[in-house]
């Protein structure tokens, strides 16, 4: 009999294969570790009274090739419009169920029976999370989660779908002592052994992940003065030191998402894996709600989706972990309470119209940045005396006037574009277009940051040429 676990089965089979065997074994691990990507899905959240039907939201899912979602209960309507879509879907157990389902594996047994097996395997639930972000729910709920997490997993075992459908519950980095620099990443003393500790052996235990929900957008917002808005938007920058691991980090997502992997590593749990469950940022804010704009939002969410389905997307810890990554969220929803922002992280309006151009497809680009997953600046130089092909950046013409401005002012300003040419009287000035001036601003940032996949895409209103475009009587150039 094979062993179950796959570390032992791989090193028995590593002793028969002999040398040659090993070398070959090796050269497929790693190129199969470069051919896949991670996993891009959204949050589909309905506090609204003006959302479209579930059958429309499929089919706008389907339009935007979404091929994963997470809904926050489990919607019998949401469930049977998503059945034979073949999208991928995580339901949630609402948190005011937790105390009955950690106390009463009948009660559990029938939610599962109800809320899941009542769909599968016609909807492809993937996975069901055990309420979310208990550890900040007021109403204490925290004893209850690991015992109703354990009834879940009893109650699919007992269906036969727990090799098909992971138990998890998403937690929040307020579940962090410390998390800067990520390296001195800890779970809160109130949580790490009592709860934490068990819950991780487990995630362990049933080869699930632990779900983790991070907003750079907070971070930036509540410390504006202290935090680079490029490291928070994973933009082009010059990086963050961790003095305690010698890595240096050039995304906040990252530097959360580490912070948390080196929380779980003090307690000897490395081996599970992290599932970003929420991420996102907001197109509006109030006033004092730094950063909340459309142009931040598209340039956030875009980076993030070309970044993970380029399939190089680990951190500088975990840099061979892809991620599954959940946006948050596909819809404003004008109920949600709180800030104006919290009624505006979704990537469409109600009228099914996207709020910004960001595209679940990955953007083509010629540069190997991969998204600053090993601690290193990747991005390559330019110039074709390199090997390296020459491009270009060029603006989107169907964008609006209203989006080109602004990433037009984000490139000439605090991107640091060379903006010197398209100024009235220079060189390429003319013609005296939106457009045209957009272009070569983007050209520009995108030569002057070594033309890495992230730096041509502006929220989706740009893209990278081979041909060398000229504009008027204007060049654009292929270096900075």
């Not at 639930?125 to 015992?147: K, R």
Request: with cysteine; aromatic share 10%; hydrophobic share 40%.
């Amino acid at each position: 009999m094979l062993s179950k676990n796959p570390l032992s089965l791989i090193n028995s089979l590593l002793q028969r294969m002999g040398p040659l065997g090993v070398v070959f074994f090796l050269l497929l691990t790693i190129l199969s570790a470069f051919s896949e990507a991670g996993t891009i899905g959204i949050n589909y959240g309905r506090v609204a009274n003006n959302l479209p039907s579930p059958a429309s939201v499929v089919q706008l899912l389907k339009t935007n090739n979404i091929t994963n979602v997470k809904i926050f209960d489990a919607n019998s309507d949401v469930l049977k419009a998503l059945a034979g879509s073949d999208i991928k879907v995580t339901v949630m157990m609402p948190n005011q169920l937790l105390r009955t389902t950690a106390a009463s594996p009948n009660f559990a047994a029938w939610w599962v029976r109800n809320n899941v097996a009542a769909y599968y395997p016609s909807t492809k639930i993937q996975a069901v999370a055990v309420g979310n972000e208990i550890f900040a729910d007021p109403t204490n709920l925290t004893s209850y989660l690991l015992p109703a997490m354990i009834n879940v997993q009893a109650a699919l075992a007992n269906l036969n779908l727990d090799k098909a459908i992971k138990v998890s519950s998403p937690i929040a980095l307020t579940a962090l002592q410390s998390s800067y620099p990520p390296s001195a990443g800890a779970f809160r003393p109130d949580l790490a052994i009592p709860v934490m500790k068990p819950m991780l052996q487990f995630l362990r235990k049933t080869g699930s992940y632990l779900m983790v929900n991070a907003y750079p957008f907070f971070a930036y917002e509540a410390n504006s003065n202290d935090i680079s808005l490029d490291y928070a938007l994973s933009n082009p920058n010059a990086g963050v030191l961790d003095s305690g691991s010698g890595m240096t980090y050039y995304s906040l997502l990252d530097a959360q998402i580490d912070a948390v992997a080196y929380a779980m590593s003090a307690l000897k749990y490395d081996d599970v894996l992290i599932s970003i469950t929420e991420t996102g940022w907001p197109s509006e804010g109030d006033a004092n709600e730094i950063g909340a704009n459309v142009m931040n939002a598209a340039a956030y969410a875009g980076n993030l989706i070309n970044r993970v389905l380029s399939g190089t997307c680990g951190t500088p810890k975990r840099p061979h972990c892809n991620m599954d990554v959940y946006l948050f969220a596909l819809f404003n929803e004008n109920q949600k309470p709180g800030p104006t922002s919290e009624r505006n992280y979704g990537m469409f309006y109600p009228n099914e119209q996207k709020v910004y151009d960001v595209s679940f497809v990955q953007r083509n680009g010629n540069s190997n940045n991969t998204g600053n997953n090993n601690g290193n600046n990747n991005s390559t130089g330019s110039g074709s005396g390199n090997g390296i092909p020459e491009t270009w950046c060029v603006a989107d013409p169907t964008a609006g006037q209203q989006m080109l401005q602004m990433a037009l002012d984000f490139a000439c300003g605090e991107g640091g574009a060379d903006c010197t040419a398209i100024q009235p009287g220079a060189t390429c000035y003319e013609p005296n277009t939106i457009e045209a001036h957009a272009s070569y601003a983007f050209n520009s940032y995108y030569q002057k940051n070594g033309r890495g996949l992230w730096t041509c895409d502006f929220g989706g209103i740009a893209h990278v040429v081979s041909q060398a475009p000229k504009i008027g009587k204007c060049t654009l150039p292929s270096s900075p």
